[in-house]
């Protein structure tokens, strides 16, 4: 299972059984290489398989298959992402339910319970004003800098991190924390200090993150076996 392709179709269909599908649209890619990186067409993130992925250089052009199905438009600000941030090996962006209600307000996801600590400072807000493409690379790589969170005012989020595995974990807890933000807020709760977060940062980012990955492939090889005999 070390085919980039796999792990691309075991990412979305994670990210579909933790709440964070995004109908046909959304992007899960990931860096291919210097010279570009990859992805899916438009489909549902449970149907993906590891055929379906495609490999498309920085300036959106198919590598390997000319014919290749149509990938969203909107993949162009991955290409600007990836160039402008070495560092960064997977975008994952996503229209998860309480991602998206929250990003309707101008407030970043608070930090009211242990796993949100992993976007503490790490959050970035980009709105778009309708004068200029909503999805604009250059615009959006700004806003982000060199957190890991953008949420997209009315519209999504972006997330960003160095590995596929570690992205997929990030966006689950982000709709997770989004869920607790909105209900803890309704009831009046306190966030957790900015020192015990930045403390819980750190445990969460190696305790937690590579743990979780593994724990969702486990369940991911019970609920979707077809996926796993494609890979073998």
Not at 26 to 54: C, K, L, N, Q
Not at 103 to 113: A, E, L, P, Q
């Amino acid at each position: 299972m070390n085919d980039i392709r796999f792990t691309l179709a075991a990412s979305r269909r994670i990210l579909y059984r933790n709440g964070c599908d995004s109908a046909v649209a959304g992007h899960v890619t990931a860096r291919a290489g210097s010279d570009g990186f990859w992805m899916t067409p438009f489909e549902y993130f449970d149907e993906t398989t590891p055929d379906r992925a495609i490999r498309l250089r920085w300036d959106l052009v198919p590598t390997d298959d000319p014919h290749a199905p149509a990938s969203s438009p909107a993949s162009a600000f991955h290409s600007v992402i990836y160039r402008r941030r070495p560092d960064v090996g997977a975008i994952i962006h996503i229209h998860s339910h309480f991602v998206s209600v929250l990003v309707s307000t101008d407030r970043n996801v608070g930090i009211f319970n242990v796993g949100a600590a992993l976007f503490h400072d790490e959050q970035a807000q980009y709105v778009d004003d309708g004068e200029q493409p909503s999805v604009d690379g250059n615009r959006m790589a700004d806003c982000l800098g060199q957190r890991s969170v953008l949420l997209m005012r009315n519209h999504g989020a972006l997330v960003v991190a160095d590995t596929l595995e570690n992205a997929t974990v990030l966006a689950m807890m982000l709709e997770k924390s989004a869920r607790y933000d909105i209900e803890c807020r309704a009831i009046g709760g306190n966030e957790i200090a900015d020192a015990e977060a930045r403390r819980l940062k750190g445990q969460y980012h190696r305790y937690f993150l590579p743990q979780m990955w593994e724990a969702n492939l486990r369940r991911l090889r019970v609920s979707d076996p077809g996926l796993f005999e494609i890979e073998s």
